[in-house]
Every structure is written in structure tokens, then in C-alpha cells.
């Protein structure tokens, strides 16, 4: 039964000061809600859920529903009555400050109509949204670790690129910045004829996130929107981490000149992605500090300090913050003595990469490689020659389309 005949057919009713449902002529008291079977009667329990705006109180009653809800057992309820309901929770939940309250709903019903792991639903955005207001990162590892490769007809663009947006925010919660860039990447690389706010937000953290990881920033795809690629260039919006890419690309061999000019550009206010500015500045102190091991063989405390423009009192103390945390993290190989006001001694990565540990991620890259190929092949095969040599003919008619109005590549941007 459509969700909106639900609604028309259902009122309320007051019997001995209980409140009670009417559907279809039938009476159901709501406090005897808890002894109705969700599967024998998924119909009037689904119709009774789904009759007012949820709350706190009755959210044990949908995860009821949800937790015995299979397609199988429940042919007549459609996706667009589940898409209702995801989005009833997701207002009940910024009204009432609920978001951790209803993921547990959401993660499972999601898991419950997808058709595989890497299957993209009209929950995924709602859930991503709401474990990142919950703060809770970890607890959508899981889902975001899967990669999408398809999605149904109920998945509009909005939620692919809020999810991919939300997923790639949740990743750097978790500190996985490689994820992150991949979903950063995929916002900005769908194909628009106008670049949307998500487009430009998901730039500046692709911009922040790729020197976090490499350095300084990392080309877009050449498959990217060209009309998405001027308009990311001319925004006003990305001006300040456009200057920040510069910065980091160039690196100069004053090096605390430079560090200068990245601290001055990383004090910029901004709203959502001060953290991530932050750290930036920090990972280019680092990036000069693996920079000295390809010189110099052992270096003092003062020394590297004033490599890295550190001129106050604890500036020794600041330099073995760093070399300790990146010894930690592998990103250098030193050994530090702490005589003489601090020495530091570099040498090469022991690893010779002839471990079983080698052996066995080489194996694994190579799997993973395998079946990305096995699933490109398997799409060619599922593409039909009719739909190629229709959108074939499409393209030269626009084409000749152009030449017969002199419409060229110069003209200008309406946006």
C-alpha cells in the first residue's frame, strides 16, 4: 500500500483514555503495538509506523520492523515507502538532536535492501550524514570501506555526491586519507554542466587532503568536467587553497622563508576545514624534515630548528616532537641522542621488502587488480550496441548542430 494512502486512510480515535489507530475499518490500541508480530503482520505494522512523525520513544518499534523486514517476506512494500521513512527519521532526528539514536535503524535497513556491499542506496546519505553530527566516525567503517559500483533508479545525483562528500569527511575522521581523496575525487569528477556548492567544498578538502598525503596537491583525473575544472580555477571560494597549493608545490631553498609564507596563508578563517588547514602546515615542517635526511647524515636539534624557521625557547623541544612522531609513523629512520643539546643520526629504510608480510600485499594489489578487470569486462559485455550507436548519432547531430550556428569553444561562461 502507497505510503500517501496510508495516510488518508488512517485517524485517531480516543477509547478509555488510550489512544488508538484506525486502518481500514480495523482498531489497533498503540500500547499493544509491542505484541504484534512485525512479520505475520508486517502490513498494519509497517501502516502504523509510518502514520506519524517518529520519535525517540517509538524508535524501538521501527528497528522491530526493520530487524525482521526481508524483500522476501514483504513484496508489496516499495522502495519509495522505505525512502519516506528514511527521510521522516533523518527530520526527526535534527529536530531532536537524535542522530545517534536512529543509525542503528538506518545501518540495518540499508544492509537489507542493498543487493551487494557496493550497492549505493537513498539511505547511505541520510546515515553518513548523521554518524558524522553524531561524531561517530568508526561505527560507519564498514560501509564507507566498500566502494560503489551501481546504485537503482530510487538514487538521485544528490545523494551520490552527498554521500561520497559525507564518506570522505567520515574517512578523514578516521584518519584514512587515501579514502578520503577517492571520495573527494568522485564528487568533483561527476559529470555537471554546473559545478554544484558539494563540488567546491569537496575541492577544498581534495586540495588539503592530497598535501596531507603527498605533499602538495594531486591533478584531477583528465575525465573531469572542463566546465567544473574552470569554474574550481575562477571561484572566489577556493582562492585561499589555490594560494595554498602554489605554496606547497613550490618547494623553495630558503626553506624557513617558505614555512613563513605557508604558517601566514594557513591562518585564514575557515568555517569547516581549520583542523585540516593546520595540519597542512604542520606536514610541510615535516616534508623539509625528510627533505635534510637525503643531505645530511646527523644533524642538532638547533640545527634543524632553524631549518624549519623555529626561533623560540622550546624550539628543541618541538624538533623531537616531530622527529619522534615521524620515527613512529616510518616516515624517517633516526636515531636520536640526547647529549650535547640533542643530536639526531639518519639512515636508509631497513625494510628490504623480501618479507612474506611484501609477499603477501603484493598478492593482495594484485587480486584487487584482477577483479577490478573481471568487473570492466563484465560492464562491456552488459552494455548494449544500440544504446552506443544511438548516443553515437546523438553526438554528431549536436556536432553539426554547432557548425551550422557557429557556436564555438570561446564562448563565455554564463557561470
Do not use: W
Not at 506519524?52 to 516499495?78: D, G, R
Not at 527521510?87 to 532526528?93: I, S, T
Not at 610541510?284 to 646527523?298: A, D, F, G, N, P
Not at 624550539?315 to 616510518?330: F, G, Q, R, T, Y
Amino acid at each position: 500500500m502507497p505510503f500517501e494512502d496510508i495516510m488518508n486512510i488512517k485517524k485517531k480515535t480516543k477509547t478509555n483514555n488510550h489512544e488508538t489507530m484506525v486502518f481500514a475499518g480495523r482498531h489497533m490500541n498503540m500500547e499493544n503495538l509491542e505484541n504484534l508480530d512485525p512479520v505475520d503482520n508486517a502490513q498494519l505494522y509497517f501502516q502504523y509506523i509510518c502514520s506519524s512523525m517518529p520519535t525517540k520513544s517509538s524508535l524501538k518499534n521501527i528497528y522491530k520492523f526493520v530487524k525482521n523486514y526481508h524483500p522476501s517476506l514483504f513484496p508489496t512494500l516499495k522502495l519509495e515507502e522505505l525512502k519516506e521513512l528514511g527521510k521522516r527519521l533523518d527530520e526527526m532526528a535534527m529536530k531532536e538532536n537524535a542522530h545517534i539514536n536512529i543509525l542503528k535503524i538506518l545501518k540495518e535497513l540499508i544492509k537489507k535492501i542493498q543487493t551487494s556491499p557496493n550497492h549505493l542506496t537513498f539511505l547511505h546519505p541520510i546515515f553518513a550524514k548523521h554518524c558524522i553530527l553524531a561524531k561517530t566516525y568508526s561505527y560507519a567503517q564498514d560501509i564507507i570501506a566498500n566502494n560503489i559500483e551501481d546504485f537503482d533508479e530510487n538514487v538521485t545525483v544528490l545523494d551520490f555526491l552527498l554521500y561520497h562528500y559525507y564518506g570522505g569527511i567520515l574517512a578523514i575522521g578516521l584518519k584514512d586519507f587515501t579514502k578520503a581523496l577517492t571520495y573527494f575525487r568522485r564528487v568533483i569528477t561527476t559529470p555537471a554542466r554546473v559545478t554544484s556548492s558539494i563540488m567546491i567544498e569537496s575541492y577544498k578538502k581534495y586540495v588539503l587532503v592530497s598535501i596531507l598525503l603527498y605533499g602538495k596537491k594531486q591533478p584531477l583525473p583528465s575525465y573531469t568536467d572542463e566546465t567544473v575544472t574552470k569554474k574550481l580555477a575562477k571561484s572566489e571560494k577556493c582562492s585561499k587553497y589555490r594560494d595554498l597549493e602554489n605554496a606547497f608545490s613550490s618547494f623553495s631553498s630558503e626553506t624557513h622563508k617558505n614555512i613563513s609564507h605557508i604558517k601566514a596563508l594557513s591562518n585564514f578563517q575557515s568555517k569547516d576545514n581549520q583542523g585540516l588547514v593546520k595540519q597542512c602546515s604542520r606536514s610541510y615542517t615535516r616534508k623539509v624534515i625528510q627533505k635534510l635526511t637525503q643531505t645530511y647524515i646527523t644533524m642538532s636539534f638547533q640545527e634543524i630548528a632553524k631549518e624549519i624557521g623555529l626561533t623560540s625557547e622550546n624550539a628543541n623541544e618541538i624538533v623531537e616532537h616531530h622527529l619522534l612522531s615521524m620515527i613512529e609513523n616510518n616516515e624517517i629512520f633516526a636515531y636520536i641522542d640526547h647529549r650535547n643539546g640533542g643530536m639526531v643520526s639518519f639512515y636508509d629504510d631497513p625494510e628490504r621488502y623480501n618479507s612474506n608480510e611484501t609477499m603477501e600485499k603484493i598478492n593482495e594489489c594484485i587480486n584487487i587488480v584482477s577483479q577490478l578487470n573481471e568487473k570492466v569486462l563484465d560492464y562491456n559485455r552488459n552494455i548494449k550496441k544500440e544504446h552506443i550507436i544511438d548516443a553515437t548519432k546523438k553526438m554528431k547531430e549536436f556536432k553539426k548542430n554547432i557548425d551550422k550556428f557557429g557556436i564555438h569553444d570561446d564562448v563565455s561562461d554564463p557561470y
